[in-house]
């Protein structure tokens, strides 16, 4: 049972009202049903006093907009729409201990599947009226990009932007990512580097190979770098980005660590049929995969590999990342985790 007008934190309840709170909406974000955005306002209206509305237009920076509110001293931002713009508005909420509630209203919402928020408004209303709080890990790549879900470097990253033309209904792109991934060679030498031995930081094998004791007998035990050939490489915050597609099977948003994926030895057949499970939004099959976990990740290649985060293109290598534990504060369910 939910008692209005009272937030439980563990065990600490405090008001709601007298509280800031901003709903950032974006009509372009997946339906266009202005049903579900009413619905959001009105419960809002309800439960705090002073509510600032801003509807995300073309050329609108939501993350300058977004560090606005925060220095005019909001308590909560509400954010009605899809990845891209929780995107923008959490940027400028990392390490302000200001909340972040997300209305998943997009096609695809992966930071909402990553905290099992629901899909109904009215079950996100009640939790943001119940304000039960998480603080979840963020990444950032070279002390400048932050990013929420995941980042990747190699052909995913060129094939990424494709992607999105294909979402946004440019079906004719499916040809050119094709013909991407047929010319496609997977990279020699690219260079990982980690906070840990090698040793420690390997994690698991999905390709069926070989036992993992019996990998981690390649890595000797002092090394902190290690040398390989793959298609791509995915530092995955949470498990879902893209499509939702599980790129990094078992990654959780507050652990302090990335799950890093090197995705190797891909025929040309299993590159186009990641590509196709990306432009159907379908999860994406186990590949040949191996798993590494770190706090800290420095990626170099003799030949320049592109990068994204959250999808977004940022350059190219060499690149680094970088874990900030608990930056990120978010209305949630509070998580329940396997054994």
């Not at 801003?54 to 925060?70: D, K, M, S, Y």
């Not at 997009?106 to 109904?120: D, H, K, M, V, W």
């Not at 060679?185 to 019996?214: I, M, N």
Request: proline share 5%; net charge neutral; hydrophobic share 40%.
């Amino acid at each position: 049972m939910l008692l209005s007008g009272t937030r439980y934190t563990g065990f600490e309840m405090e008001p709601v009202h007298d509280r800031k709170v901003a709903l950032i909406q974006n009509p372009a974000s997946g339906a266009t049903d202005p049903g579900p955005r009413k619905r959001v306002r009105e419960r809002l209206e309800g439960i705090c006093d002073s509510l600032t509305e801003i509807t995300v237009e073309p050329g609108l920076n939501i993350a300058e907009q977004t560090a606005n509110l925060v220095r005019d001293g909001i308590d909560l931002v509400v954010v009605a729409a899809g990845d891209s713009t929780v995107h923008e508005a959490a940027s400028s909420l990392v390490g302000t201990g200001k909340s972040l509630a997300i209305v998943p209203l997009g096609t695809f919402n992966n930071l909402a599947l990553s905290l099992n928020l629901p899909r109904e408004v009215g079950a996100i209303c009640d939790l943001i009226e119940v304000g039960h709080t998480r603080e979840v890990d963020v990444g950032i790549a070279d002390e400048h990009h932050h990013f929420f879900e995941a980042a990747g470097v190699g052909v995913d990253a060129e094939l990424f932007p494709i992607g999105e033309e294909v979402k946004s209904g440019r079906f004719g792109s499916i040809a050119r990512a094709i013909r991407l991934a047929v010319h496609y060679r997977q990279k020699s030498g690219v260079e990982l580097e980690f906070d840990r031995p090698v040793f420690e930081a390997y994690h698991c094998s999905f390709s069926g190979q070989a036992p993992l004791r019996r990998r981690r007998r390649r890595f000797q035990r002092s090394r902190t770098r290690i040398k390989l050939r793959c298609s791509f490489v995915a530092i995955g915050n949470g498990p879902y980005y893209g499509s939702n597609f599980n790129v990094c099977p078992g990654a959780i948003l507050d652990d302090g660590l990335f799950s890093i994926g090197v995705y190797r030895d891909f025929s040309k057949l299993e590159l186009i049929r990641h590509f196709l499970s990306i432009s159907r939004g379908q999860r994406l099959y186990n590949p040949k995969m191996e798993m590494f976990e770190s706090e800290t990740l420095r990626i170099s290649s003799p030949n320049r590999m592109y990068v994204h985060v959250d999808g977004r293109p940022i350059g190219t290598t060499p690149v680094w990342f970088r874990i900030l534990p608990r930056a990120l504060k978010v209305i949630a369910p509070a998580e329940v985790r396997s054994e």
